[in-house]
């Protein structure tokens, strides 16, 4: 059964750092979309980056560029989420989410309806 575990969040200060960590069980990890989504309180999901199985990834989110980083060891069959520069605004849940099917694009932003499987989700709080 395919499985998704997200780890890593946390309180953190404004400016401060985390590293969310994607965990897949019950299936080949290298040949799947991984995608990074997050979702604050009151609003819809939205989606952060997503990495091919080629190991590209695209970042959807204006607000990230430059903070966010995605990155995947298949041999830990882990996807990774770096955050720096933390700011307020990134108070959110963030989920994990793995498709077979899903082409990460340059032109059309990702979307939950995009991919199948999904972890459970890590609460980041940033706040002083």
């Known amino acids: 059964q395919l499985q998704l575990v997200e780890s890593g969040g946390g309180l953190v200060q404004p400016g401060g750092s985390l590293r969310l960590s994607c965990t897949a069980s019950?299936?080949?990890?290298?040949?799947?979309?991984m995608g990074w989504f997050r979702q604050a309180p009151g609003k819809e999901r939205e989606g952060i980056l997503c990495?091919?199985?080629?190991?590209?990834?695209?970042i959807y989110t204006d607000s990230v560029k430059g903070r966010f980083t995605i990155s995947r060891d298949n041999d830990k069959k882990t996807v990774y989420l770096q955050i720096n520069s933390l700011e307020p605004e990134d108070t959110a849940v963030y989920y994990c989410?793995?498709?077979?099917?899903?082409?990460?694009?340059?032109?059309?932003?990702?979307?939950?309806?995009?991919?199948?499987?999904w972890g459970q989700g890590t609460q980041v709080t940033v706040s002083s």
């Open positions: 989410a793995a498709d077979l099917y899903y082409i990460c694009s340059d032109y059309v932003s990702m979307t939950s309806a995009d991919f199948l499987s």
């Open positions: 019950g299936f080949t990890m290298d040949y799947y979309a």
């Open positions: 990495l091919s199985s080629s190991i590209r990834s695209t």
